[in-house]
């Protein structure tokens, strides 16, 4: 029997209606995501990779077409605290220290996910190796330190979907580059649930083939997956592996197959 997959896009279409006229962002997107997959979403700007993350998370509803994580609306994974966010910008609360950041989920709702037993917010502040800045605010902080405060709340109530739209997409190249490998680790780590599935939006071609096992390419829109490129390169990843002929040849076919979607 085949295994039901985590995430199910099927069909999906999204338009938006305004003064000017309809605008269809989306249109017959079809992706399955195993358990435990990590999935990159890249695309050109405008084709709807946020559109289509913001669905999966029940935080837009289709216009036409259906996403189902576990078989279920987007809408109840949210709300048992399934669906963990990660935007590019950290939205920390400046009042609140880093270690309050972290706790503020779990002080919502007063609960986990309902499965998984939800991490300590003092465990995952120190996972993500912010012990010592447990007590800084916001504005004491870098702007690679914030993003690390926005995973480590995103963790906190043990999600088992993570959705990121351009995490890193704020960050300077060397602090992103060093993200990368900071994401990789925490999503393998036992302390933060260990292997969870993930959506990963990206302009980065190098970013999306060192994170993921699959990559799926938008085209221009109205967006529609126009190919999916399997990553089968070993984990753990290393910075030694983006030298090696696999990973540059995963990197020169992703390329190719944006060029061959690019806008004429």
């Known amino acids: 029997m085949t295994e039901q997959p985590h995430v199910l896009i099927d069909g999906v279409e999204m338009v938006y209606a305004g003064a000017g006229g309809s605008l269809r962002a989306l249109e017959g997107i079809e ?8 999935v990159s979403i890249i695309g050109p700007s405008g084709c709807g990779k946020s559109t289509l993350l913001r669905l999966v998370g029940g935080l837009l509803e289709p216009t036409a077409g259906r996403v189902l994580i576990d078989g279920r609306p987007p809408r109840r994974a949210q709300r048992e605290k399934q669906i963990g966010f990660v935007f590019q910008d950290p939205s920390l609360l400046p009042w609140r220290n880093v270690i309050e950041n972290v706790r503020l989920p779990l002080q919502l709702s007063r609960r986990g996910n309902g499965g998984a037993p939800a991490p300590d917010p003092g465990a995952l502040v120190d996972l993500v190796g912010l012990r010592e800045f447990s007590r800084y605010y916001p504005h ?6 914030q993003q690390r405060v926005a995973l480590a709340r995103c963790l906190v109530t043990a999600p088992s979907l993570l959705l990121m739209d351009e995490p890193f997409g704020a960050l300077d190249e060397i602090t992103r580059s060093a993200m990368r490998y900071e994401l990789l680790r925490l999503w393998g780590s036992e302390a933060a649930g260990g292997g969870c599935t993930a959506l990963f939006v990206t302009h980065s071609v190098t970013e999306a083939v060192l994170l993921s096992d699959r990559v799926a ?16 390169l070993p984990r753990p990843r290393s910075e030694t592996m983006e030298l090696e002929p696999d990973f540059l040849d995963h990197v020169r076919r992703l390329r190719g197959l944006l060029r061959e979607r690019a806008p004429v």
Do not use: Y
């Open 31 to 38: 992706l399955a995501v195993r358990r435990g997959e990590f």
């Open 217 to 232: 390419v938008l085209t221009p829109r109205p967006g529609r997956v126009a190919a999916v490129l399997d990553v089968d």
């Open 140 to 145: 004491q902080l870098s702007g690679g330190m």
